[in-house]
């Protein structure tokens, strides 16, 4: 089956106590939507030559910055472990992984499980301070791709699993994929759907909440677009280097609440992958 399958968009953020860990697997999301990107798209030319996909394994490391957009809270850096698994059916990407119930002729469902590690402590900033903490979740779902000859699409519909922020996200993303002096270079545009629950519980501020300069707000649901651009530079049948870059366009609705002050989230890898 075509690894392209593995470029995901979506391809792609906890008590106090364990704030640093939530941090660092956030950091550890982000690279494995890069992985998807990287890893996945990359093998394409190699699985056209087989009939038959054998699993693949990569471990590596990188270093991952972050930005969120809640006030005074700024960008951290952070080094991250790698890894990821490509079956053929079975996948994982960092924290994130899934199953292909079905696939047939460059289309593939089935259902996906991810965590969303959103959300603050609210010692985080002053801004935050007197704010009930904003947890992590885990969310499930589907995905579908759909792999054409101009590219490959994917769409994914996941639901909170904790009854923490009991929102749905819809992620719909367009994906390329072309060698260029050297590099992998793989392309993403997509757009973000997220609901009114979602945005109220990462972005709100409840009445009890509300202080002098952070008056109460209720979220509303937000589409949210953004762009992406990874690339893969092999330096042997093995070792590879990647990197990327993303930034999302965030909706008034997340703009507008007392409690952010930038209206984009913007991230970059660096990493370096060993693959068997």
Request: glycine letters at 10%; proline letters at 5%.
């Amino acid at each position: 089956m075509n690894n392209l399958h593995s470029v995901r968009a979506d391809a792609h953020r906890g008590l106090k106590g364990d704030s640093m860990r939530l941090k660092t697997c956030c950091w550890t999301v982000v690279a494995g939507l890069v992985l998807a990107a990287c890893c996945g798209g990359a093998e394409e030319r190699k699985d056209n030559e087989t009939a038959e996909k054998k699993p693949t394994i990569y471990l590596g490391g990188g270093v991952v910055v972050k930005s969120k957009p809640y006030a005074e809270v700024d960008a951290k850096v952070y080094p991250v472990p790698l890894f990821a698994y490509e079956g053929e059916r079975l996948y994982v990407w960092g924290v994130r992984g899934g199953y292909r119930l079905f696939s047939q002729r460059g289309v593939s469902i089935g259902p996906i499980l991810q965590p969303r590690f959103d959300g603050y402590d609210s010692d985080d900033s002053p801004v935050l301070a007197g704010m009930r903490d904003r947890k992590w979740s885990a969310e499930g779902g589907v995905g579908v791709q759909a792999l054409t000859r101009v590219g490959l699409f994917g769409l994914s519909v996941v639901t909170d699993l904790l009854g923490r922020h009991r929102g749905q996200e819809l992620d719909f993303s367009y994906t390329i994929l072309f060698p260029l002096a050297g590099f992998d270079i793989i392309p993403t545009a997509g757009v973000r759907y997220k609901s009114e629950d979602l945005i109220d519980y990462y972005y709100g501020v409840r009445p009890e909440e509300a202080r002098p300069g952070r008056p109460a707000y209720a979220g509303e649901a937000a589409t949210d677009p953004y762009l992406r651009l990874a690339l893969r530079r092999k330096l042997s049948d093995r070792w590879s280097l990647l990197g990327a870059v993303q930034y999302e366009w965030l909706s008034d609705k997340i703009a507008d609440s007392p409690i952010v002050d930038k209206d984009y989230e913007v991230s970059f890898l660096a990493g370096i992958l060993y693959s068997w």
